[in-house]
Structures are given as structure tokens and as C-alpha cells.
């Protein structure tokens, strides 16, 4: 397929490079984040209490993996001047969106303490965590994820990859969303159920 079908097919529309970069620092701040807590994490298990139980959740992992894939893949359209309004105002927005997600994640992963991992499983000394961001969204990682997709969209202009992409990190989202949930009923039972009748999962009060 040559480049001119691909670019018809992706559609993507005129982007300026500010927003590229801020999307590449974005994304270094953000594993450095995630690298630092599993470090952080690893480093702390031994001396504690292994998981007691584990569900994979790595399918929904894979889901969300390919909606990120699908929004950034096709050709860029940088065509923007980097100076411009319009290219200034999506650096600016993709940087709010990305602080936005690393934000989320850093604060919620200084409330999980040890409980954080990537797949769901709950440990043996496992608390069910309540303040921070889980006092105001049951899963603030995956609203910030969803931010850092949104991100993903603006600065490389793929709008109709956002369309495709979008629903397979949803499923993917549920399905972990779905497991880590179970564990936690079974885990603290009434405890939990109290807790998510007072907390909506992504949204404050709505949903």
C-alpha cells in the first residue's frame, strides 16, 4: 500500500511539532514513573506477604496496548508552523493531558504503596486503599490512561485511529476493570461494596 493510500485511510490532520515533543516528554515522564514504583515495588515485596491470590488481567492489558497502537499508527501530517496558534494550543493541550495522566498515576501509586501491580491480584497483607485519588474515582490510573489515548489523538492528528482505537481500550479497560473488582469483593466483601456505592469508577459523581 502506498504512502498516499495510507495517509487517506488514516486521514490525519495538520499537527505541529510542539505537541510532538510535548507528547515524547509526556511519555518519558510516564515510564520513568512506572519504572520507578515497579522498582520500588519489587525491591519491597520480599518482605512482604506474597500475593494470595492472582487473575490474569494481561488480555485487557494487550486490548488497551493495541488501542494506543491503533490511534498512533499512519503517517504525521507536522505541516503546522510551530509557532501558530493552532500548534501551540495542541502542545498545550497535550501536555495538560499527559500531567493529567501522570499525575493520576503517581498519586495513585503513592496511596497503593505495595498493592500496586500491572496485572489484578491482591497480597496476603493487602489494603483496601480509600484516600488519595480512590477517594474520588475507584480507578484513577485508567481515567489518566484514557487522558494519555486523548493525547495520543491530538498530537499526531489521528482522529479516525481514535475512533478505531478508542473501543478496544474500553473492552480492555473493563476487562481489567472486571477482575480487579472481583478481587476485591472477594477480598474485603461489605467493606468494598460500601466503598463502591459511595465512589464512581472514572468520573466523580457521574460514572
Not at 473493563?174 to 461489605?190: I, K, P, T
Request: aromatic share 14%.
Amino acid at each position: 500500500m502506498g504512502e498516499s493510500a495510507l495517509t487517506g485511510i488514516v486521514g490525519p490532520v495538520p499537527v505541529g511539532t510542539p505537541g510532538l515533543a510535548a507528547l515524547l516528554v509526556g511519555l518519558l515522564l510516564f515510564v520513568g514513573a512506572v519504572a520507578f514504583v515497579q522498582w520500588r515495588v519489587h525491591r519491597a515485596g520480599g518482605s512482604r506477604a506474597a500475593a494470595s491470590a492472582h487473575v490474569p488481567s494481561r488480555r485487557g492489558m494487550l486490548l488497551q496496548a493495541i488501542g494506543f497502537v491503533l490511534v498512533a499508527l499512519g503517517p504525521v501530517k507536522p505541516t503546522l508552523q510551530a509557532g501558530s496558534a493552532a500548534s501551540l494550543g495542541q502542545a498545550v493541550a497535550v501536555a495538560i493531558l499527559m500531567g493529567f495522566c501522570i499525575g493520576l498515576f503517581a498519586t495513585a501509586a503513592f496511596a497503593l504503596q505495595n498493592n500496586w501491580s500491572f496485572a489484578a491480584r491482591t497480597r496476603g497483607d493487602h489494603d483496601l486503599v480509600t484516600w488519595g485519588p480512590f477517594a474520588t474515582i475507584r480507578h484513577p490510573i485508567y481515567a489518566g490512561l484514557f487522558a494519555a489515548l486523548l493525547a495520543f489523538a491530538i498530537a499526531f492528528g489521528h482522529w479516525r485511529g481514535f475512533l478505531v482505537g478508542f473501543p478496544f481500550f474500553c473492552y480492555g479497560t473493563w476487562l481489567r476493570v472486571s477482575a480487579e473488582e472481583r478481587l476485591l469483593r472477594e477480598r474485603f466483601g461489605h467493606g468494598y461494596e460500601r466503598y463502591a456505592a459511595r465512589v464512581k469508577r472514572f468520573i466523580p459523581k457521574l460514572f
